[in-house]
């Protein structure tokens, strides 16, 4: 199985800072990472795929970088909207498919 | 394109039960359906996924003969079964369209969420 750690857990910065989410993959997963972000109360959406996708309607500010092991989430100019817990999944190798633990962003 | 799933379930250790994940806006044997649950206050696991066409369904590690996922093609329907369901069940059950490729988008969208409470 496929484990990818998220860092950090909890991310706390003020609006317009640009945001730097972490996932490590515990083996090559190549490009097969997505990003979704989960608002409270809300179900996941879909953000980023293929490691550097945006999904569609999804905003320029967030951006997706990576391969291999190692990928990054940005979110150039933070909005108070965006608070939510971000998540990483592998499909690359599979069952299982896998989550990273999540990564809190809050807004100061 | 939209996932509607059924309402939220109040049950006893030990009942049985089946939700709902209804699809729209596309052709269901296009795409897999796949389950995803999310404890309270904690993060998403993947369930397993059903490939609607020929109804094959796969299952991850943890929930492999603890619940059966299926799927009606005449109603565009996906369903997640438990046979005895158990207090630690208790949980928010999503469904999502599943890409059948490994490149593309992946889940995406979501059923809007399926609450299930065990308890005696």
């Known amino acids: 199985e496929i484990v990818l750690t998220q860092s950090p857990a909890t991310l706390s910065l003020s609006p317009g800072e640009r945001a730097t989410l972490s996932c490590r993959a515990s083996?090559?997963?190549?490009?097969?990472l997505a990003w979704y972000q989960q608002k409270p109360g809300q179900a996941p959406r879909l953000l980023i795929y293929?490691?550097?996708n945006r999904a569609t309607g999804i905003p320029a500010r967030f951006s997706g970088s990576g391969s291999g092991t190692d990928f990054t989430l940005t979110i150039s100019s933070l909005e108070p909207e965006d608070v939510a817990v971000y998540y990483c999944?592998?499909?690359?190798?599979?069952?299982?498919?896998?989550f990273g633990q999540g990564t809190r962003l809050e807004i100061k | 394109v939209q996932l509607v799933q059924s309402g939220a379930e109040v049950k006893k250790p030990g009942e049985s039960l089946k939700i709902s994940c209804k699809a729209s806006?596309?052709?269901?044997?296009?795409?897999?359906i796949s389950w995803v649950r999310q404890m309270p206050g904690k993060g998403l696991e993947w369930m397993g996924r059903?490939?609607?066409?020929?109804?094959?369904?796969n299952y991850g590690p943890s929930f492999q003969g603890h619940v059966t996922i299926s799927a009606d093609r005449s109603t565009s329907t996906a369903y997640l079964l438990w046979s005895s369901l158990k207090a630690s069940d208790t949980a928010i059950y999503y469904c999502?369209?599943?890409?059948?490729?490994?490149?593309?988008?992946?889940?995406?969208?979501w059923g809007q969420g399926t609450l299930v409470t065990v308890s005696s």
């Open positions: 999502a369209r599943e890409g059948v490729t490994v490149t593309g988008p992946p889940f995406d969208p």
């Open positions: 806006g596309y052709s269901f044997t296009n795409y897999w």
């Open positions: 059903i490939d609607p066409s020929d109804s094959y369904a």
């Open positions: 083996q090559n997963i190549y490009n097969y």
């Open positions: 293929d490691a550097s």
């Open positions: 999944q592998q499909r690359s190798n599979w069952p299982p498919i896998t």
